[in-house]
């Protein structure tokens, strides 16, 4: 990143001048026969520039030296930073980037395309020009269009007609036939040139209205697949960026979703995915907000790294490795690796296909296999390296509908948080816990209380739990909730989700700057 790189240039030029100062200052106070050698032969054999030439390529040579340590090579690059979240469904990711793309269908209308003689030239004015053929297509869109001829520059033509006022995306091909350039109502709404990245320009529809669209395709690949967006239903990524100027850094000045270089997305288990942290899907998690962040506050590259399971509980799915089975209202519960569940007391268990924590062995052992191949997992950064520097946690609904879970929800919360430390060899990582947003603490109750009150406590400032002074941080979420709750999703609301996502980075980041 930047400001690493310019805390490293001023690093050299000080250190550099430093060391120039002194050679200098220590020959004007001796003797020359009282100098080392080899700095009597710098005096004798260099001037004033080519020994400040002569420091700098040493000092440089020397941030890139490498050394063995246990017969492996190690770089003296900084390590990447990794965090790793952890969860059920909105962890995993609900946030609505659009309002819903579909194929397209009705809104189509007397669709034809017709073919000219020739590749495609850019100069040429297709609308002027005669067809070698023209033919009606009976199917546009759907998952089977009718086929497109070919031999030739081919031009879909005809009108659109949506049902509803809105603001619309139009994405026109699949694969190859993406190469297109496509017009609404005479406005460019889509191009992508060979070679190059889709620009789309959303345009304003008023429902009922028919307007005329034309595709004209740059290859020989066309068909009449393409999907439409709706881009301006409230509470959706793409409303809030685009047309309520929230998270600007989201875009760029072309309208399009951004992308940082210095933070990585890896997703396991469920909310897959492998690339710079981005918009890259119908769905986002805090992952946005919260890389935004840490990839602000830290020199460093860094990695987030996601493994999470929707509908599962820290009492059961996820309970931590040495859980122990407890008893309560005559019924006896499951330990970590026990199963079922629960059982009559004195009776035999009879085990089913699942077992107390399995969620946070599959979940976790997926976080292993990435680190543990990380130089073919990240090849962008062989040899550099990783630190486990913090943990992120938003969980909790489906504990609340099980009393014995939520009223052990702390205990194990604290188990959770001392073994994923343990687990992944990282003492020293901080933690940070987001609350269920529909639980408000004045009018909390139930199973809700139990759990909100357990998340509350393990924050190192509530001074319940002292071992996490400093080290582990709750962030209260009902006031970002846009009044959803977590087993609706928050209504796929996206503010959710980047509000949640950015205020667990800041308390991650005000935990990493305490220590």
């Not at 040429?124 to 497109?148: E, R, V």
């Not at 602000?296 to 999470?308: F, G």
């Not at 199963?339 to 107390?356: D, H, R």
Request: with cysteine.
């Amino acid at each position: 990143m930047a400001k690493g790189g310019y805390q490293r240039e001023s690093k050299v030029s000080y250190r550099g001048e430093r060391a120039f100062t002194w050679i200098t200052s220590k020959s004007q106070r001796q003797p020359h026969d009282h100098l080392p050698t080899t700095t009597r032969v710098l005096e004798m054999r260099f001037t004033v520039p080519a020994l400040l030439q002569l420091f700098f390529v040493v000092w440089m040579g020397a941030l890139n030296v490498t050394h063995a340590d246990s017969g492996k090579a190690k770089t003296t690059k900084q390590k990447v930073k990794v965090f790793i979240l952890s969860g059920q469904s909105n962890m995993v990711g609900a946030g609505k980037v659009t309002g819903g793309s579909s194929r397209w269908s009705s809104e189509f209308m007397d669709p034809v395309v017709s073919v000219y003689e020739g590749k495609y030239q850019a100069e040429a004015d297709y609308d002027a020009l005669k067809p070698i053929t023209t033919l009606a297509l009976k199917n546009f869109g759907g998952s089977n269009p009718t086929a497109y001829p070919g031999g030739g520059t081919q031009v879909a033509r005809g009108f659109v007609q949506v049902k509803d006022s809105g603001i619309y995306q139009f994405r026109p091909g699949y694969g190859g036939s993406m190469h297109n350039i496509m017009e609404v109502d005479g406005k460019e709404v889509h191009r992508m040139e060979l070679g190059g990245e889709p620009i789309r320009t959303d345009i304003k529809l008023t429902g009922g209205k028919k307007v005329p669209f034309k595709i004209t395709y740059l290859t020989g690949d066309a068909n009449g697949l393409g999907w439409i967006d709706r881009q301006d239903i409230p509470g959706t990524l793409a409303t809030l960026v685009k047309h309520e100027a929230k998270y600007p850094y989201l875009i760029n000045d072309k309208g399009q979703w951004t992308k940082r270089d210095d933070v990585w997305y890896r997703g396991v288990v469920t909310a897959t995915g492998s690339h710079w942290l981005g918009v890259k899907s119908g769905k986002i998690g805090p992952e946005l907000g919260f890389g935004k962040v840490l990839g602000d506050a830290i020199d460093e590259p860094v990695l987030i790294l996601k493994t999470s399971q929707g509908n599962r509980s820290l009492g059961w799915d996820f309970l931590p490795p040495g859980s122990v089975q407890y008893e309560a209202d005559g019924k006896v519960y499951a330990g970590y690796k026990d199963s079922p569940a629960s059982w009559e007391k004195g009776t035999e268990p009879k085990p089913i296909n699942w077992y107390a924590g399995k969620q946070y062995d599959d979940c976790f052992q997926a976080a292993h296999e990435v680190l543990d191949n990380f130089d073919q997992q990240f090849p962008h950064w062989k040899g550099r390296g990783y630190e486990i520097v913090g943990f992120g946690w938003w969980q909790g609904d489906k504990d609340r509908y099980n009393a014995e879970h939520a009223t052990r929800y702390e205990q194990n919360l604290v188990r959770l948080i001392q073994n994923l430390r343990t687990e992944f060899n990282a003492p020293k990582a901080k933690f940070v816990c987001a609350t269920l947003g529909q639980t408000e603490k004045s009018r909390a109750e139930g199973t809700e209380k139990l759990i909100l009150e357990a998340q509350l406590a393990v924050d190192g400032d509530a001074g319940k739990h002292p071992e996490f002074q400093g080290n582990t941080a709750t962030v209260y979420t009902y006031p970002l909730s846009q009044g959803g709750a977590s087993n609706s999703h928050y209504n796929g609301n996206a503010q959710t989700y980047m509000d949640v996502g950015t205020a667990m980075g800041e308390a991650m980041t005000k935990l990493l700057k305490s220590h």
